[in-house]
């Protein structure tokens, strides 16, 4: 099982001197380029370790710029990363003082705490101060200190660059199927289940609610063909993504409402990865509850 720490200092007490290939980067979606550069943080007799960051760059350097995230769960990430095949990971928070950080001290940092074998990175990867280090920064940091420097040319498909900002674009724009390609798996929502008015259960259809955190990409508002492993199974069910507009409500926030007609269980204050497969419909409001209960007898005959 994959280890996360929070520190540099905590990294280099979990890896007690060995070893480590460190992949790095923010990793949003942890898509299909990503694991190119996690592919290749694997130097002989090294642990796989990655580091990320508990919250975007963009929080600290940008606020009014914060983009909407693909996995804006860190343990959902996490989750990712260790499918990924890495061992460690070192999920450190981006603060101001990181970001002033010039780019040579903030890898003497990591070689002074850890023993790096190959550090690897994407094609556009920045860091240290101002983004002033690069990948031909951290070649030649590499030549010096002896550490193998893998930097991974950037994937395309469909002649465009696959990059987080392109997954997010197309699943705004309802590219679900476009998205997952990009990704290498379903596009997922991820959270704990709350409590909601419990309307699903009494018409006959259960749900279990999760409201997407800040900053969470969403696709388009409407009903989806959805999966989630409950109790190590892949259940296949339905969801709402949206503001449920026939129920009133002082306060209107989207959430997601997934209904698995062949699961029953408690999943209350459990976290969830629900994956999405196929759009089914939009979002509408319906003049009754009987009207909506049709709905979504005729959704699931599209599973």
């Not at 990294?11 to 898509?31: C, I, K």
């Not at 094609?123 to 200190?145: C, I, K, M, P, V």
């Not at 002082?250 to 999943?267: C, D, M, Q, T, V």
């Not at 939009?282 to 005959?301: N, T, W, Y």
Request: charged letters at 20%; a neutral charge.
């Amino acid at each position: 099982m994959m280890e996360t720490c929070h520190s540099i200092d905590e990294l280099a007490r979990v890896l007690n001197g060995r070893r480590a290939s460190l992949a790095m980067g923010f990793f949003d979606g942890v898509h299909l380029g990503h694991r190119r550069v996690l592919d290749a943080a694997d130097a002989p007799d090294s642990v796989r370790a990655v580091m990320s960051f508990a919250n975007h760059p963009a929080s600290v350097l940008r606020p009014q710029a914060h983009p909407d995230l693909l996995t804006p769960d860190p343990e959902y990430k996490a989750h990712l990363l260790e499918q990924a095949g890495m061992q460690v990971h070192l999920c450190m928070p981006f603060t101001r003082e990181l970001a002033d950080t010039e780019a040579e001290p903030f890898l003497d940092s990591l070689r002074g705490a850890l023993n790096i074998a190959c550090f690897s990175v994407g094609g556009n990867w920045r860091f240290g101060s101002q983004g002033s280090g690069n990948a031909d920064t951290l070649r030649a940091y590499g030549e010096r200190h002896g550490i193998r420097v893998a930097v991974n040319e950037l994937l395309e498909r469909g002649g465009a660059r696959v990059s987080s900002s392109r997954i997010r674009e197309l699943l705004a724009q309802g590219g679900l199927e476009d998205a997952t390609a990009l990704l290498g798996h379903p596009f997922a929502i991820h959270g704990v289940v709350e409590h909601g008015r419990h309307l699903g259960r009494t018409i006959g259809f259960p749900t279990a609610n999760i409201t997407p955190q800040p900053h969470s990409c969403l696709p388009p508002f409407g009903v989806y063909a959805v999966s989630a492993i409950i109790d190590g199974k892949e259940i296949p069910g339905i969801a709402n993504i949206g503001l449920r507009p026939t129920i009133h409500e002082s306060r209107k926030l989207p959430r997601l409402e997934a209904h698995f007609p062949n699961w029953s269980g408690n999943l209350y204050n459990s976290r969830l990865a629900v994956a999405l497969h196929r759009f089914i419909r939009p979002e509408q409001k319906f003049a009754s509850v009987d009207e909506l209960q049709r709905a979504i007898r005729q959704d699931l005959r599209a599973l």
